[in-house]
């Protein structure tokens, strides 16, 4: 009897594509071996931080080197990198939709990026999302190029830092692809033609961030001229409005120019003085009150500013003034007056 024995080979396969590094980002390739070094170079788009100014938008110029080399010859190590490839973007980072996102103490805004070719024209790029394909140029001319980041108008930004981090890849297309053939079209991303076409690997790496100053303005407050009452307290009141940036929450602190500890007027004859306590209220969700301690900031960001400058939504902040009965039972000089300053502090 005889033990028959089979061996079977099992073998996987897999789509290998050629690499590139960007070790050699700013020449038109001469010199440069491998031909998938050759064939990509991105220049001055380096790993760092661009920081958008105060309005939102920004320019990053930069170029990109798409080409292939021949194997004959010399070719291959020293001469240029002859034909064009065109090539498709990714950008990899947070984002939804149409928006990248930048993340700071408000939570996330959103972030447009287009890419600006000069064959192309603008075009708006998505998150994880491979682009249109875009024209390399033939014997390794560097292709001038922009990123242009903006934030949308009438985001609104909290005090401090916003940022995110970003991927960008880069994906050569297959030559002998035909946009009217689907059985043999197109491919950049993922196609399974590796010759004459490379991709970048590892990503270039870079951070985009804003920085938001603490804008704070009180408005609508005015004089007031207040008549005793001949029953009970005294009361005077009026609306006010209190814009933070991004209406960020903030709190109160009161001062009294004739009282130290107390709300104080002073006579006209500068002899006698009535106290008064002071009262401030939110007109608008989430709904709080307190009356002030004189020179005592409120804690906790007990109110929330509007987002609106002068408040264009509504006045958002009420002001009560009371002297109590038995402060003018027997008032020595026909007027008294004091000076009382608010001060609002960002949480």
Same mark, same amino acid.
């Given at each position: 009897?005889?033990?028959?024995?089979?061996?079977?080979?099992?073998?996987?396969?897999?789509?290998?594509?050629?690499?590139?590094?960007?070790?050699?980002?700013?020449?038109?390739?001469?010199?440069?071996?491998?031909?998938?070094?050759?064939?990509?170079?991105?220049?001055?788009?380096?790993?760092?931080?661009?920081?958008?100014?105060?309005?939102?938008?920004?320019?990053?110029?930069?170029?990109?080197?798409?080409?292939?080399?021949?194997?004959?010859?010399?070719?291959?190590?020293?001469?240029?990198?002859?034909?064009?490839?065109?090539?498709?973007?990714?950008?990899?980072?947070?984002?939804?939709?149409? =928006?990248?996102?930048?993340?700071?103490?408000?939570?996330?805004?959103?972030?447009?990026?287009?890419?600006?070719?000069?064959?192309?024209?603008?075009?708006?790029?998505?998150?994880?999302?491979?682009?249109?394909?875009?024209?390399?140029?033939?014997?390794?001319?560097?292709?001038?190029?922009?990123?242009?980041?903006?934030?949308?108008?009438?985001?609104?930004?909290?005090?401090?830092? =916003?940022?995110?981090?970003?991927?960008?890849?880069? +994906?050569?297309?297959?030559?002998?692809?035909? $946009?009217?053939?689907?059985?043999?079209? *197109?491919?950049?991303?993922?196609?399974?033609?590796?010759?004459?076409?490379?991709?970048?690997?590892?990503? *270039?790496?870079?951070?985009?961030?804003?920085?938001?100053?603490?804008? *704070?303005?009180?408005?609508?407050?005015?004089?007031?001229?207040?008549?005793?009452?001949?029953?009970?307290?005294?009361?005077?009141?009026?609306?006010?409005?209190?814009?933070?940036?991004?209406?960020?929450?903030?709190?109160?602190?009161?001062?009294?120019?004739?009282?130290?500890?107390?709300?104080?007027?002073?006579?006209?004859?500068?002899?006698?003085?009535?106290? +008064?306590?002071?009262?401030?209220?939110?007109?608008? $969700?989430?709904?709080?009150?307190?009356?002030?301690?004189?020179?005592?900031?409120?804690?906790?960001?007990?109110?929330?500013?509007?987002?609106?400058?002068?408040?264009?939504?509504?006045?958002?902040?009420?002001?009560?003034?009371?002297?109590?009965?038995?402060?003018?039972?027997?008032?020595?000089?026909?007027? +008294?007056?004091?000076? @009382?300053? @608010?001060?609002?502090?960002?949480?």
């Amino acid at each position: 009897m005889k033990l028959l024995k089979y061996l079977v080979l099992l073998t996987l396969t897999s789509t290998v594509h050629a690499q590139s590094s960007n070790s050699h980002p700013c020449g038109d390739g001469s010199g440069i071996m491998p031909v998938h070094e050759k064939a990509i170079g991105i220049c001055n788009l380096d790993t760092q931080t661009h920081t958008l100014p105060a309005e939102g938008s920004k320019i990053i110029p930069f170029s990109i080197r798409s080409c292939w080399a021949d194997w004959t010859g010399n070719e291959w190590v020293t001469a240029y990198c002859r034909y064009a490839r065109s090539y498709t973007l990714e950008v990899r980072g947070n984002g939804g939709g149409d =928006y990248f996102w930048l993340s700071g103490p408000g939570g996330n805004i959103p972030m447009q990026l287009s890419f600006l070719h000069p064959a192309s024209g603008s075009v708006a790029l998505r998150p994880n999302t491979e682009s249109t394909r875009f024209e390399g140029a033939a014997n390794g001319v560097q292709t001038p190029v922009e990123l242009l980041v903006t934030i949308p108008e009438g985001v609104q930004l909290q005090p401090g830092t =916003y940022r995110g981090d970003f991927d960008f890849y880069l +994906y050569q297309c297959n030559p002998w692809g035909d $946009p009217n053939n689907p059985w043999n079209p *197109i491919r950049c991303k993922d196609s399974n033609n590796s010759s004459q076409r490379t991709e970048l690997y590892p990503p *270039i790496s870079f951070t985009i961030q804003i920085g938001a100053e603490a804008q *704070i303005r009180i408005s609508g407050l005015e004089d007031m001229e207040i008549t005793p009452s001949t029953s009970g307290n005294t009361d005077a009141e009026q609306n006010f409005c209190v814009y933070t940036s991004g209406g960020a929450n903030f709190d109160l602190r009161a001062q009294s120019t004739q009282g130290s500890g107390e709300f104080t007027l002073r006579g006209s004859s500068g002899m006698d003085t009535i106290n +008064y306590k002071v009262h401030v209220k939110s007109l608008q $969700p989430p709904v709080a009150a307190v009356w002030l301690q004189e020179g005592i900031a409120t804690t906790g960001g007990r109110w929330q500013g509007s987002s609106q400058e002068n408040c264009a939504d509504g006045e958002n902040m009420q002001l009560l003034v009371r002297i109590p009965t038995n402060e003018i039972a027997d008032p020595i000089d026909s007027r +008294y007056s004091d000076t @009382l300053t @608010l001060t609002v502090e960002l949480q």
